[in-house]
Structure formats: C-alpha cells, structure tokens
C-alpha cells in the first residue's frame, strides 16, 4: 500500500484533533473506516504510527510525526494547485508567454499588456527571450501559449490564427533626399538605394516580399541593424532609406528627422496576426488578451486599421 494523499489528511486530522472520531468527523468518514486505513498502513510498513498507551489522549508515534511532517510539506502545495485548478476552470488564470517575430512589437505589445494585467492579475504573462525569426515551433513544443507574425509559414492543422490589425509599411527617407518631395514611392526608385533592413531573410521584410520582389527589384546596396532606433538614426543621418511600419517612426517622424512616404499609391498595408494552439485559442484568458491587443492598438496606435471580426 503506498502512502497517498488520503493518508496525509488522516495524521493531519488525527494530529489536529486528538481522537479518531473527531479525526473521522472532519474527513467525513467512519471512525471504523479510518481505524482501517491507519491499520493498514502500519501493516503495510511495520511501524506504529499512533501510541496507544499514553492516557486517553491519542499521540502520534514517531513514525506518524514522520508521517504528520511529510504531511505538512505536502498538503499545502496539494491544496494550492486545486485551487489554481479551480481558478483555471473559471477562466481568471492561466500563462500566457509570448513570442514575437516583428522587431517593433513591442511598441503596441507591452502597453497592451499591462492593460490585460489590471483585469487578468492571476494570469502568469512572460515574454519568450529575444525576436523569433520563426516562432511557430514554439508553439509546437509548448514553449509559448502565443506567437506574433505577419506573414506565417506552413501550418500545423492544430494552429490557429487571429488577425490583430492592418498596418501600413512606410518608406523613409532623410528630409534632404532627393526622393523626399515624393507623393508616394515606386520600386524602381530603391533600386540605386542603400536599404538599411533588420538582419533577417528578405521573406520575413514586408517590403522585400510585397513590394520589390514582385517587381524583380533589388537595391545595389543593404545595410542591416539590429535596433530600430538604430534604423531610423542612419536614416536620419543620410546613410541610406529603410522601410518601417508606421507606429515606428515616432518622434523622428513627428521632429522632421525622418520623412515618411508611402510605398505605392494605395500604400503598403500588411496584416499582423497571433497564432495559438487550438487549445489556447479556446482559453478566456486568451480571448481577452487578443480582445485588448486589438482595442488597446486602435486607440493608440498611428497607421493602423482595425480589423476586428475578419
């Protein structure tokens, strides 16, 4: 007969109470069934666990406080995970870690959610350590709860995807570059250009798939940062152009740093979305973050449409 939790509860109880039938009361058994259960158990294990020969008063042999004080250790953290259980039947927790494949995600991302912390305190939210070039594995090896990306691989049938908003893809420029005065830019004007892009495949830069590689367009020249501010600063200096979503520019945008143009008439406008597990994708907690992301964004956040619903 191993030691189980059941047998945990009666020490405790027995220890608590001082008798057996106090002991039985409070677990809701018979005083008989729970004389069963202590008895096998010393059977099991050849030891007393109550001393029986000290007064009316019922004591715990050496062995039942090795037993009690197992008990002690083990109990609390049993009756801690129920109740986390509990809360996690009702929808109030969870976790929720976050991966993230756009350098500038967190711009909307760690406003959105502290927003989703005020009403979803026992939700245990962590970012994944450092920008994902290919986040969905993660999910797949149970690594994170949710991944952010704009344009996803091959799926897994078990994924699911939750368009966030639009956003619109800029191209920019110092205010002293000849194409400055432009309404809007064509292709064909990077092709004599240094872009200055993040490191990563041109598959993963809305620019490169949606805009120059459908024109057959390749500038003579790239130049990689890791940091945006980094971006926008080379830009600002004339070290070349680049191609940021919108809600990036900021400041240099807004102090006449930088100059933002569209690319094409009607503007490059991409969709941001977040993948889960089917699992997570039917979590309370997981519809409301997706819920505040999408209000928090179109409140706050320049060039973008919303899209809930699609």
């Keep these: 007969m191993p030691i189980e939790i059941r047998h945990m509860r009666t020490i405790e109880a027995v220890?608590?109470?001082?008798?057996?039938?106090?002991?039985?009361?409070?677990?809701?058994?018979?005083?008989?069934?729970?004389?069963?259960?202590?008895?096998?158990?010393?059977?099991?294990?050849?030891?007393?666990?109550?001393?029986?020969?000290?007064?009316?008063?019922l004591r715990l042999s050496p062995a039942g406080e090795e037993l009690l004080a197992a008990a002690r250790e083990v109990l609390p953290r049993v009756r801690q995970l129920q109740e986390e259980l509990q809360r996690r039947a009702l929808g109030n927790s969870g976790r929720l870690r976050i991966a993230v494949e756009c350098?500038?995600?967190?711009?909307?991302?760690?406003?959105a959610m502290d927003r989703f912390r005020e009403n979803w305190a026992d939700v245990e939210m962590d970012l994944v350590s450092g920008f994902q070039q290919d986040p969905l594995p993660l999910l797949q090896s149970h690594q994170a709860d949710l991944t952010v990306l704009s344009t996803p691989d091959a799926m897994a049938a078990d994924i699911v995807l939750h368009p966030l908003f639009a956003y619109e893809v800029l191209a920019l420029v110092n205010?002293?570059?000849?194409?400055?005065?432009?309404?809007?830019?064509?292709?064909?004007?990077?092709?004599e250009e240094t872009l200055i892009t993040y490191p990563v495949e041109d598959r993963r830069l809305d620019l490169f798939r949606e805009f120059l590689q459908p024109a057959g367009i390749q500038p003579w020249r790239r130049r990689h940062a890791e940091l945006t501010v980094i971006i926008l600063q080379l830009v600002a200096s004339g070290q070349g152009i680049a191609a940021l979503p919108a809600w990036a520019v900021?400041?240099?945008?807004?102090?006449?740093?930088?100059?933002?143009?569209?690319?094409?008439?009607?503007?490059l406008w991409?969709?941001?979305?977040?993948?889960t597990t089917a699992e997570q994708a039917e979590q309370p907690h997981m519809q409301a973050f997706l819920a505040e992301v999408r209000a928090s964004v179109a409140a706050n956040l320049p060039g973008v449409k919303d899209i809930q619903g699609v």
Excluded: I, M
Aim: negative net charge.
């Design 15 to 57: 220890a608590q109470f001082g008798s057996l039938a106090a002991a039985a009361q409070r677990l809701h058994l018979t005083q008989s069934a729970l004389s069963h259960q202590l008895r096998g158990l010393e059977a099991e294990f050849g030891v007393h666990l109550l001393d029986r020969e000290r007064g009316s008063q």
């Design 103 to 111: 350098h500038t995600c967190f711009d909307w991302l760690t406003p």
């Design 175 to 191: 205010p002293r570059h000849p194409l400055a005065g432009r309404a809007f830019l064509e292709p064909e004007d990077f092709l």
């Design 250 to 267: 900021g400041n240099y945008g807004d102090k006449g740093y930088v100059r933002a143009l569209p690319l094409g008439p009607q503007g």
């Design 270 to 275: 991409q969709t941001l979305q977040a993948a």
